[in-house]
Every structure is written in structure tokens, then in C-alpha cells.
């Protein structure tokens, strides 16, 4: 009888967010309590406008980095369910606004808020969140997680203009990519694990670990996202494959394959992402793509990153927390295949 | 020689704001550095949008007050500074989001952010900007100030969005328009006023006091300013006449224009505020206004409201501080004149 894997143990090994989850489980109802609760508006179409969003299947991985790692790190008090409600709250506000930036039709399997309600809502609701992520700090009570959350916010703003800036534009480095993902990216997935040895007033070398392993796992994340959004070798959830050509986006697939780019190709980028495109272009795109290897070097770096979010956990005493955030920068890679 | 009163002099009677500039020169000064230096970013974009709205000839009021209130208490340290900037940036941000919500195509004198670098910029350097206001509230160290500043951010966005219903709705109510204010622009004021007592370790009482000065003082700032946008009696300096009526805004003006309507005049604002206007209707929406007397009563409401701001301000020893507060308070209703 006990040769059989039960269903739970086959889930936690093929889905390590769901083991965390799993582990995490109480504080994380915490924290989705919060989230309901600080919500809530006497104006109705607040809380209709971020519910669309916050509960539209996005799996709060950052919110679960914050409370699996104050757990790892043994803290006992309550400030890490506001910190990661913040987190979320922060997160969910970014999304609002990027539905106003961006000219996707699907986020998280539906159509983004700004179709729904209108510019004007989006904007007004992601800042209500965001004001209300900063309440959500205030009562945690921590100065310096407060620092290092504002601080991750205009980071991610700044990330988010010179993304802007590089749009359609082919001459966008490997650097700059680097450095754009750094800020809209990371910067909130690092603030997000940075917290919690914070609030545990931990040492410093375990704050930079923790900050090392959240942007590690950041850049990891975005770059998965990234070649996904050409197919890679799974399907993306609840998006379009290729919303960042369509953009204009120069990412790190696009990068790598015109750093090898025939003429011909090179041509074809050029008019392509610059704006002058159709729907069959796509194809063309990720049939270059697959040719020059650019997927599977962008996933390799990946993997290089999930690594060095890995290594810097070693610090620490190993525990199921500990474990468990190990598997997820695995995860966030393996979900590519 | 003597006789002739100086120019300085003349100034400081007709423009309290420029006799408060004059008081509080030094700390003004270091708030303009502050927002210089806190507005600077990698990212060039980011200074210039920010500089362009910053710099745009806003008379830094709400700083100003955090200032004076700041001084008027014998605050002695430096927190006000960076609170007052923190003031001055949520309001820029708002500004910035508000382009994009609004129509408008006049901003403080000149074209607004959006349409001179897109809604995107605007919506990211406004984060940005939000972001960078609550970096300063770390910095002046005060969680208690960062409580209400962070509450009232929250508040904005939810007056934002009830503005944003009663667009185009006839029936809104006097008590409706008055909570959109209250929210919209009161909350900020009276944040602004009320966290340098807090910071000065005042008791609740003063606390208070400084918070019904702030509150009252912006309501009547926002009855002016809606008086205004019909021409009211003066002119407003960097703003189209008529915005509002363009934009469908039901404000008190248009609220108690609609309680003495005559039926032929009720069917004028129900087409007209609803959405079928031409720039004609504008005149007569000006005609039907100071025939009802709309305009008049609502700047005799602003008096009530600067009024109870100027008995607020009773409690605190008299002291040129408190003096320039409360004419303050009187001129922001005479400017209308």
C-alpha cells in the first residue's frame, strides 16, 4: 500500500509553490485574509477593480518568498503577514498600471483591467493599493523594511521608463536588458525575501543573502517569462505568446539572436521590432529564435541565476523553509519545460 | 522717505503666500533642494517629466504649510523638510495621474505631462514620484507621519475614483460633492498640516487642531478653484475656464444652480453636464450660474470654511507663524476676488 505515491507527495514534487504553499499554509491565509481586508473601500468599484486582479489566479510567489523566509529564519511575530500583503499589494499595483503602459489584451488569462473599467481606473485603483501597501508597512512597524520597500517601488518605476525608452529600439543591449529586468523585476522579488531577515533583525550578511537570493530568483523569473513569451518550450499561463514582439520589446532572446544575426536577419529585427510588423512575423520570429539557440541560451542563463539564488540559501541552517525556497528557483525555471 | 510703504512691503500685504515664502525662506529653500535632489534619477526621463510638472509654477502651498505649522510649534530639528517635500511629491504624482484621468488640455499654464511624453511616462514618473514620497517619510524617521500620509494617499485615490462616478451624474448631491473634496483634495491639506505636530510630539489636541486647519483650509481651496472654473469673479492663473463643465464635473456650482432650477434650466444641465455640449453652452452654463447666484454662494462657503480654519489656529500661542497661517487661510478665498 505505502509504494504508491499519495497524490499530495506527487503535487509537492512537481509543483513546489504548492509545497511551500502547503508549509506556509496558515500564514498565507493571513495573509489572503489582509489582502480582502485591505481592500476595502466604502467605494465599491475599489475593491471590484483590485479583487479582478489580485484574485486572478496569480500565484503570490512574492508574498509566499516574504513568509517562507521569516520562517526559515525562525521569526515568531506577526509583521511579515503585512509585509507580505505589501508586497502583493505593491505588486497587483504595478500590474494596474503596466495594463495602462502596455497594449496587451490578456493578463492572467483575462482582459486587463483598463479594458474592463477604463485608463482612468487603473490608474486610480493601482495607486489606492499602493498607498495601501505603504499603511499595510506602517503597521508591520519596521523603518527599514519600509526603506527598502519604497526604495524597490521607484526602482521598479525607473526599470519600467527605461523599458519604455528601449522599446523598439534593436540597438538595446544585453546590459541594459539586464539592468531594465533588474528594476521591474527583481528589485521587488529581492525587497520581498529582504524583509523578513529585516523584521527578524537578522545581520546584515543574512539581509544580503536573503537580497541575493530574491533578485537572483527575480532575474531568473524574468528571464523564463521572457522566453515564454516566444513559445519557449511550454505554453505561458493566462497570457499571449508574443505580447513582447508585438510591443516592440527587445528582451534577451531578441538580443542574443541579433548578436548572431545574418544580414537578412538583422534586417528582419529591424523592421520587425521597430514597429512595422504583421501576425505572421511572429513566426518568423520564433523560427530564428529556435535556430539561433536563443531560447534555450536565455533559459540557460536562467538556470544559471535559480543556481545562485540557490547558493546563497546555504548560509542558512537547513530547514523545510529553507528547503522549499531552495525548489522554488528550480521551479521557476523547470516550469519552462 | 519713509512714508512710501516698500515693495516688499505692499507684496506681503496682497500675497500671504509670499509673506510666508518670506518667513520661512530658509526651509522653503531646503525643501526646493530636497525635491531637486530627490527627483534625480539614472534614468534622464524621469528629472524632466518631474521637473516639468514640479517646477510648473505650483506656489507649493501644501509644503509650505507643513513648514509654517512646523515652526509655528518651535519645531527645532530637520523632519519637516522631508515631510514637506514627501508632501509635494504625492501631490505631484496626483497631478501627473490626474492628466491622465482628466481631459484637460492646460496644466498649471502649460501643456499637460501626457500629452506632451504619453500616459505611460506620466502614470510611471507619478509612481516614481510616489515612490520617492514615502523614501522621504523614512527618512524624517516619524511612522506615526508616515501613517497619515500613507491614509491619506489611500483617501485621494478613493475621492479620485467617487469623481470619477459622479462625472456626468446630475444627481449627485451637495453631500456627495462635499466628501469627493473632502477626499480629493482636503485629505492631503490636512495631512500636510497635521504630521508637524506629530513630529514636534504634540499632544492629540493639537494634533487635531492642525488637522481641522488643514482639512478646512483645503475645502475652501476647492470651492475657490470650482468657483473659478466658471470664471467666477477673477481669473484662474494657468487653467482653462471651463474644465470642469467640459468634463462633465458636477461641483457645487453646478449643485446649487440645479436646487434653484427652473425646468427649462434643468433640461440645460441634464443635456449639457451629461454629454451633449457645445462650447456655447459653456456661456450660458456662466449665465445660468450668476443668475442662481451658484457662483457667489459657493465662495461664501469657502469664507465658512477658511473661517474655521483661521478658529483652529486659536489654541497655539500667537506668533508670525500662526499669523501667516491663518491669513493664509483668508487669501486663498480672496484670490477669487
Redesign the interface.
Known amino acids: 500500500m505505502n509504494s504508491l505515491p499519495q497524490p499530495n507527495a506527487i503535487l509537492d514534487r512537481v509543483d513546489p509553490v504548492a509545497r511551500l504553499m502547503k508549509l506556509a499554509r496558515d500564514d498565507m491565509a493571513a495573509v489572503d485574509a489582509l489582502i480582502g481586508e485591505r481592500m476595502g473601500?466604502?467605494?465599491p468599484?475599489?475593491p471590484e477593480v483590485a479583487s479582478y486582479l489580485v484574485d486572478a489566479g496569480g500565484k503570490r510567489i512574492r508574498p509566499l518568498i516574504t513568509v517562507a523566509a521569516a520562517r526559515m529564519l525562525g521569526y515568531e511575530g506577526q509583521g511579515h503577514v503585512a509585509l507580505a500583503a505589501a508586497v502583493e499589494f505593491i505588486h497587483s499595483?504595478?500590474l494596474l498600471?503596466d495594463d495602462?503602459?502596455d497594449e496587451s489584451d490578456l493578463r492572467r488569462g483575462k482582459a486587463p483591467a483598463n479594458q474592463v473599467w477604463g485608463?482612468?481606473?487603473s490608474?486610480?485603483?493601482?495607486?489606492?493599493l499602493?498607498?495601501?501597501a505603504?499603511?499595510l508597512?506602517?503597521d508591520a512597524?519596521s523603518?527599514d523594511a519600509?526603506?527598502v520597500l519604497?526604495?524597490a517601488?521607484?526602482i521598479?518605476?525607473?526599470g519600467?521608463?527605461?523599458q519604455?525608452?528601449a522599446q523598439r529600439d534593436i540597438a538595446t543591449t544585453r546590459d541594459a536588458y539586464m539592468e531594465i529586468i533588474g528594476a521591474k523585476t527583481a528589485a521587488l522579488f529581492a525587497a520581498a525575501a529582504q524583509v523578513s531577515p529585516i523584521l527578524a533583525g537578522r545581520s546584515k550578511d543574512d539581509v544580503r543573502a536573503l537580497e541575493t537570493y530574491g533578485r537572483e530568483l527575480g532575474l531568473a523569473f524574468q528571464l523564463v517569462d521572457d522566453a515564454l513569451d516566444y513559445g519557449g518550450l511550454a505554453k505561458r499561463l493566462g497570457k499571449n505568446i508574443g505580447d513582447d514582439f508585438r510591443e516592440g520589446k527587445v528582451t534577451l532572446p531578441v538580443v542574443l539572436a541579433l548578436d548572431a544575426a545574418t544580414a537578412e536577419e538583422r534586417d528582419f529585427w529591424e523592421r520587425s521590432i521597430s514597429g512595422d510588423r504583421t501576425e505572421a512575423d511572429l513566426d518568423t520570429a520564433i523560427a530564428i529564435l529556435k535556430r539561433r539557440g536563443a531560447l534555450d541560451a536565455t533559459l540557460a542563463q536562467a538556470r544559471g541565476h535559480a543556481k545562485t539564488a540557490q547558493d546563497a540559501l546555504k548560509v542558512f541552517d537547513r530547514n523545510p523553509y529553507s528547503d522549499a525556497l531552495s525548489s522554488l528557483a528550480e521551479f521557476v525555471v523547470e516550469r519552462a519545460y
Open positions: 473601500s466604502p467605494v468599484l475599489i499595483a504595478t498600471h495602462v503602459v485608463n482612468a481606473q490608474v486610480l485603483v493601482g495607486d489606492f499602493f498607498a495601501r505603504f499603511m508597512m506602517v512597524g523603518m519600509l526603506h519604497s526604495r517601488a521607484a521598479i518605476a525607473e519600467e521608463v527605461r519604455l525608452e
